[in-house]
């Protein structure tokens, strides 16, 4: 059979619809006119026939005509409304409003879809929403709806709000951080709040802002990677919070709360704080349900984890995945600590420690950058303040009791060591001692446990408890850090006494330098107690010695007090100088101490050598025995040649060996 004749018997053994539809292919491949023709001859003969009507769309597609598609697709929507093929190419074009994808084909589907109506596009997307038994896909296709339609907010805001909500109660989800807290928080809320006429219940905002809380702060602790049907939001860690702080401020429009207007405030906690404490003093606080009670209540615990999300962050930067995502962390934590001073001389800004200027009594280790540095003084401070406030009568602290429950801050491990810091800034430190010792600090932050703790026990006043915890620290330092290059030590505050008999804190970096030197302050500042209260209390007065050789000159000051009471007393005995003491300057001073010609001064710091005892004579220098002064000078001079020692490694060393020998001189007082 001849081509031409097979051909013909197909074309009599096809419908009339299929037959117009076939010669519209046909010609469609040498003349775009005539199978035009055939098409809208198609369409005026069979309006009634979706395969038709298909096709003619299908052609337009094919031709990449989006304007002139969209108009025979909105016939077929309108006409065809239970026809399956017709809502597979439904859901094509919902797939690509919401892709994104850069594909021709969901490029024409995005073009098709703006040249339709609004009317078609309003409908088109709410019956593919409608037709969908997946809630979390329907969430989806509802907010495309109400992103491109903000009108309808007030017929599907509400609506969805709560579908979001009871999914979300009803599913598998853990975590916040799920794809539909997502999408409530992160998508729908702004177009809801956006919206002047959507009318949401008071108890629910008040809801979606602690959901709003809960939500950034998790993702910002944990990350998405691990969350089942998440969609990575498209903000940066730097911008979450300034998510919430608009959601805040439109929340505030929404309840005709005028706090909410500190939110927008650019980057001033100082200031927002301020609001807030002067807001307090005009509000009534014995009635709950109270509107500005409510709102002082909301405000400040929306600045509180605010703050303490950028405190914590660079206390304990491990605990939040997701700000340090994709960047190596190289800070390994930082402590708030009590700082230790004393009479010594005044250090220049540049080798002291960073010191908040509205706070003199708060310093920050000089291993973090002044941008850190600034940034952790406010929100500390800021954090503080809020949380204070909110435990300013019992109504609030009740309340924000009951929001620390729905926002499960027991989940945030670092939430604890805010609570005990705060207390130690406000020097409640038996209070701090004993939240401190509930913690049951893991083999991980033992470290941080013992010399936190150190300086909490010097401020209650057992200095023995103190020094035995920093003497744990250095005996169980890695070898690494024991025996390390001498490195010039991170200074601590060198003020005077605090304002308002509150203690001195000092933020310190878990390096080697800035533990020993901690440990060393501590040992000073409970020695120095003993050394001066007690005639003939040498024994501290040498430990002293010893470990001031680790700032030197910082405790200058302190070597002339012992100096002069040596001279007062005539004497001064220390049977460890020979194994310790190797700083030059202060070998100098005790060589003048001992052959001072004008005040004769008993020293007894050096083993007695072999002659010596052959002459039963020991190396004093009492200026009636000559043989003894001119033996200590040369033993002063064998002791001047180790001066290049590494002097970090011999004070560890003597805080290691000499531990009963450091609690001894405390114990006997």
């Known amino acids: 059979m001849s081509p031409v004749l097979f051909a013909n018997t197909q074309e009599n053994q096809l419908s009339d619809e299929e037959y117009v539809i076939y010669r519209a292919k046909v010609s469609q491949k040498h003349d775009e006119f005539s199978a035009k023709a055939w098409m809208i001859t198609a369409k005026t003969l069979f309006p009634r026939n979706f395969a038709v009507q298909l096709e003619a769309y299908t052609s337009l597609k094919a031709a990449n005509n989006p304007k002139e598609a969209a108009r025979y697709f909105s016939s077929l929507f309108f006409d065809f409304p239970n026809e399956p093929g017709l809502w597979e190419e439904v859901q094509e074009i919902t797939e690509a409003l919401q892709s994104g994808c850069a594909s021709a084909a969901s490029q024409f589907h995005r073009d098709l879809f703006s040249h339709m109506l609004l009317e078609v596009q309003h409908q088109l997307l709410l019956a593919m929403a409608n037709r969908t038994e997946d809630t979390l896909e329907h969430s989806r296709l509802m907010l495309v709806l109400l992103s491109k339609f903000p009108q309808s907010i007030d017929i599907h805001g509400k609506k969805l709000v709560d579908t979001l909500l009871n999914a979300e109660k009803h599913g598998s989800h853990q975590s916040p951080v799920n794809c539909f807290r997502q999408l409530l928080i992160v998508d729908l809320l702004p ?4 919206s002047k006429t959507s009318d949401i219940p008071q108890k629910t905002l008040h809801r979606l802002i602690l959901k709003s809380i809960e939500f950034y702060v998790s993702w910002l602790s944990s990350g998405s990677s691990n969350s089942e049907g998440l969609v990575e939001p498209d903000i940066k860690p730097g911008e979450s919070w300034n998510n919430l702080f608009k959601i805040m401020v439109a929340m505030g429009l929404k ?5 909410c207007s500190i939110f927008g405030i650019e980057s001033n906690r100082k ?12 509000t009534p606080m014995g009635n709950e349900e109270n509107p500005r009670f409510r709102q002082l209540l909301y405000c ?27 960047s190596k962390c190289e800070n390994p934590g930082l402590i708030l600590v009590v700082s230790f001073h004393s009479n010594v001389v005044k250090e220049s800004s540049e080798s ?29 401070i800021t954090a503080v303040n809020c949380w204070d406030l909110l435990h300013q009568t019992e109504e609030l602290g009740s309340e924000f009791a009951k929001l620390c429950q729905h926002l499960r801050t027991d989940t945030w491990s670092w939430f604890p060591n805010f609570v005990i810091d705060s207390l130690i800034y406000q020097g409640r430190f038996t209070e701090a001692l004993a939240k401190l010792q509930s913690s049951c600090p893991t083999s991980g932050n033992q470290q941080a446990f013992l010399l936190k703790s150190a300086g909490i026990l010097y401020s209650l006043g057992n200095h023995v408890a103190a020094v035995e915890q920093v003497l744990h620290v250095v005996t169980n330092l890695p070898e690494s850090d024991k025996d390390s290059p001498c490195l010039q030590p991170v200074l601590l505050s060198s003020s005077g006494s605090s304002a308002h008999n509150k203690p001195e804190l000092h933020f310190m970096a878990l390096h080697k330098s800035e533990i020993v030197q901690y ?20 024994l501290c007065a040498g430990h002293l010695v010893v470990l001031i050789q680790y700032d030197w000159p910082r405790h200058s000051g302190l070597l002339q007090e012992i100096l002069d009471q040596a001279r007062r007393q005539g004497q001064f005995t220390y049977q460890l100088f020979a194994s310790y003491v190797i700083q030059a300057n202060i070998l100098e001073e005790f060589l003048y101490l001992g052959i001072d010609q004008y005040g004769p001064v008993n020293v007894d710091i050096f083993p007695s050598s072999s002659t010596q005892i052959a002459t039963q004579r020991r190396m004093t220098t009492r200026c009636v025995d000559k043989g003894a002064k001119e033996d200590f000078r040369s033993s002063m001079k064998r002791q001047l040649e180790r001066h290049s020692e590494n002097i970090h490694n011999t004070v560890v060393r003597f805080m290691v060996q000499e531990r009963e020998m450091i609690l001894q001189a405390l114990q006997t007082y």
Do not use: H
């Open 519 to 538: 440990c060393v302050s501590l040992l000073v500042a409970c020695l120095r107690e003993r050394a001066f209260k007690k005639v003939n209390e040498d």
């Open 352 to 380: 002291g420690p960073k010191r908040l200027k509205d706070e003199s009594r708060l310093t920050i280790s000089k291993n973090c950058s002044n941008s850190v540095a600034t940034s952790l003084s406010s929100s500390f």
């Open 271 to 282: 200031l927002m704080c301020q609001n807030l404490w002067a807001f307090s003093l005009e």
């Open 300 to 326: 400040t615990t929306v600045l509180l984890v605010e703050s303490l999300y950028e405190c914590m962050s660079k206390l304990e930067p491990g605990c939040f995945q997701a700000a340090n995502q994709g």
């Open 255 to 259: 309840l005709g709360w005028d706090l």
């Open 191 to 194: 177009i809801i709040l956006d």
